[in-house]
């Protein structure tokens, strides 16, 4: 596992086909139940996803030490399924913490996959989505790290591994 992540790492390196924050653009739609393409936080807030304010609602992160932290060039991209019972229990928690520590919501895309983990008016397979929720991290448009599932321990300490290694 360890030795393919490398692997897809420097061959995006080198072919100058890294995943790019600012290439995630689309239009969303509804496909009852499900919503597909670019969404924005407010679409699972306000439709009837009762998993969404149950989950965020319930969780506390800890922002102490990542409120210390420069976040001025960090972007993050969730890539989800609406339909995900991981994408359900993690996307709220995510989305609570960046709320918290007050990252703009432009800085923040979530993309709302089909069950084959594609785009529905896009593919993305320069991400290399696998299984959802991904959660990417980017510094001046470059990933720095992702989290796959679930994270190790908290959201909250994957994310301020990946922002303090890359400062």
């Known amino acids: 596992m360890i030795k393919s992540a490398k692997f897809i790492s420097l061959f995006f390196l080198f072919t100058g086909?890294?995943?790019?924050?600012?290439?995630?653009?689309?239009?969303?739609?509804?496909?009852?139940?499900?919503?597909y393409g670019i969404i924005d936080q407010n679409i699972l807030k306000n439709q009837s996803y009762k998993w969404f304010d149950k989950q965020y609602s319930q969780y506390n992160p800890n922002?102490?030490?990542?409120?210390?932290?420069?976040?001025?060039?960090?972007?993050?991209?969730?890539?989800?399924?609406?339909?995900?019972?991981d994408s359900k229990r993690e996307v709220p928690k995510a989305i609570k913490l960046f709320n918290l520590l007050a990252l703009e919501n432009e800085r923040i895309k979530i993309v709302a996959l089909n069950?084959?983990?594609?785009?529905?008016?896009?593919?993305?397979?320069?991400?290399?989505?696998?299984?959802?929720p991904t959660i990417i991290f980017f510094k001046n448009g470059k990933e720095i790290g992702r989290i796959i599932e679930r994270p190790s321990g908290s959201i909250?300490?994957?994310f301020f591994q990946f922002v303090d290694k890359n400062k």
């Open 17 to 35: 086909c890294a995943p790019n924050f600012n290439t995630l653009e689309g239009e969303y739609v509804f496909n009852d139940p499900y919503y």
């Open 63 to 85: 922002i102490e030490k990542l409120s210390k932290t420069n976040l001025k060039d960090i972007d993050i991209a969730i890539f989800m399924g609406t339909w995900c019972h």
């Open 115 to 132: 069950k084959q983990k594609k785009g529905y008016f896009k593919n993305y397979e320069s991400f290399n989505i696998k299984r959802t």
């Open 156 to 158: 909250e300490e994957n």
